[in-house]
DNA sequence: TGTAGATACTTGAGCAACTCAACTATTGAG
DNA sequence: CTCAATAGTTGAGTTGCTCAAGTATCTACA
């Protein structure tokens, strides 16, 4: 048996350090998107948007409720870099769609957004592989506890 | 010069783990936080209170507006887990002390928000200090971009 | 075919967490 | 003594979210 209070002071760190890097990532992000125009939900869909895709699929890849996702494709509908288009084989469904706008909006995003991330992991310099090859470890991991 | 695209994409890979890490972090203390019947925020407060410290200070370490602690703390108070004491020396200040509840449930939550994080850290065996590690030389990075 | 149940999206009510501006009470410095 | 700064509160407003209910449509099966 390992020597449990050394270890709980580790894991102590180690979520520190998880939230911090996370919260000076979001930060970043946040700031390009308010750059641009949009609020932090309407910058996290754009980037989310490849190609046409059903409002659902929207609500399971940012895993919010549906009614969510109106919202805040309303509000990107509104400053015109998305449209709803009705898929003709089930009426039901709006699938998004990416103006030029939107597609040059959204580019942009992730680039700057990149960039950003970018400068916050240069200081590892090669180890970054090392970093992502340990958090992908802690990634592999189910869901602990239900 | 290295070779651009696959830089992005390691970045991008970093960036997603980072924010999935973080992210079943926070679903974990926020699950523990809503079994005590608190909210999110109630609990970091808690967490984040040790000793009597004036509201100022929390609103520091939670880097907020002062109004939003007040709310916090309202709701801290409704379910009797922390006072307000004024400071006779500084009639302006409220020190925030715990009741024997409150220092009863923060512990607690610290206690398993940490079996949390150990049970999701867990896999990587001896490499987390590893992890802690390169995780530290990100941290020591200042805030990049004004 | 007809109908029962699922599914996609919207709407509205409501809450949590935040910011900002304005206010009161107090302190400290000149 | 006065004037700027500080601690805390209040109220208005925003964002991001959930849940419940409703509409329209689809699917399966008896």
């Known amino acids: 048996m390992s020597d449990a209070p050394a270890d709980d002071q580790l894991v102590v760190e180690l979520t520190d350090l998880v939230f911090l890097a996370a919260g000076r990532l979001r930060q970043g992000f946040n700031a390009i998107a308010a750059e641009l125009g949009l609020t932090p939900a309407q910058a996290l869909a754009l980037v989310n ?56 909006r959204r580019d942009q995003l992730t680039t700057e957004a990149n960039a950003r991330a970018e400068a916050l992991f240069a200081a590892l310099g090669p180890d970054r592989t090392h970093l992502r090859d340990l958090l992908a470890v802690v990634a592999a991991r189910q869901d602990p506890q239900p």
């Open 49 to 104: 948007l490849r190609g046409p895709a059903p409002m659902r699929d929207l609500a399971d890849i940012l895993s919010c409720d549906a009614s969510n996702v109106t919202g805040i494709v309303d509000g990107l509908e509104k400053r015109g870099l998305v449209t709803r288009r009705p898929d003709p084989a089930d009426r039901r469904v709006k699938h998004l769609v990416l103006t030029t706008e939107g597609s040059r």
